[in-house]
């Protein structure tokens, strides 16, 4: 396997020594999404009781900084068990305080029970599912009614300057981000990070 895929495989599943590196990458790199992120979640003045599922967390760096500052109760899953460690010993105090469960998952089959989530957010983890589609049906299914889904990710034509994208990346517009959502019953939100490059897009769940 060439260099460039390996390292682009580990932007997908972080494992060991190249995985630690890969994230600390991703930590400072996306430092703009965490922050529109954060400000979409909107979670200032949240009750203790509000569910919040993060799904791909790496190596916990965002959870870890929601924790610190909001109320509610976090959740995350992820398929790196590397990951899950990092996770683990980075939030080992709020594991213990029971504000932060964690798990092995995956984002097309969510293991939550129905209307379970208020607010449910990701950080480029898009690129990497088999089934867009499939993904949204299981968000929708595990939100509460006017929940919220955020989901960051940068353009395509952004991705396909990167030398590391050109496999195991799917790649989508701004417009399939959009009809996606809509096609759930989603009223979808957009907001630009970076002009041309980063977006957070939030889909609310309607009524049926």
């Known amino acids: 396997m060439g260099l460039l895929k390996q390292i682009g495989n580990q932007f997908h599943k972080p494992t060991g ?3 630690r590196l890969v994230t600390w990458i991703m930590n400072k790199q996306n430092k703009g999404q965490y922050d529109a992120i954060e400000h979409a979640l909107n979670l ?4 203790d009781e509000l569910k919040i599922l993060d799904i791909g ?4 760096y965002l959870l870890n900084s929601l924790l ?3 109320n509610g109760h976090y959740y995350g899953i992820d398929l790196s ?14 594991i213990q ?17 129905a209307d379970f989530f208020d607010k449910i957010y990701t950080v480029n983890t898009s690129y990497f599912w088999e089934s867009l589609d ?9 939100l509460k009614k006017e ?22 990346y799917a790649k989508y517009d701004l417009a399939t981000y959009r009809q996606v959502g809509i096609r759930h019953g989603f009223l979808v939100d957009e907001q630009e990070i970076i002009a041309g490059k980063a977006y957070v897009f939030t889909y609310q769940k309607q009524e049926d």
């Open 44 to 47: 200032s003045d949240i009750p």
């Open 68 to 70: 610190k500052r909001y």
């Open 134 to 142: 499939q993904v949204f049906l299981e968000i929708k299914r595990c």
């Open 147 to 168: 929940g919220e889904f955020s989901l960051a990710f940068y353009s395509d034509a952004f991705l396909n300057t990167l030398p590391v994208t050109k496999t195991g």
């Open 81 to 94: 068990h590397d990951m899950i460690a990092a996770c683990q010993k980075r939030n080992a105090n709020y």
């Open 57 to 60: 967390f790496g190596n916990g």
């Open 17 to 19: 020594s190249l995985g």
């Open 97 to 113: 305080e029971d504000r932060l469960t964690i798990s092995y998952g995956l984002a097309e089959q969510l293991t939550f029970e």
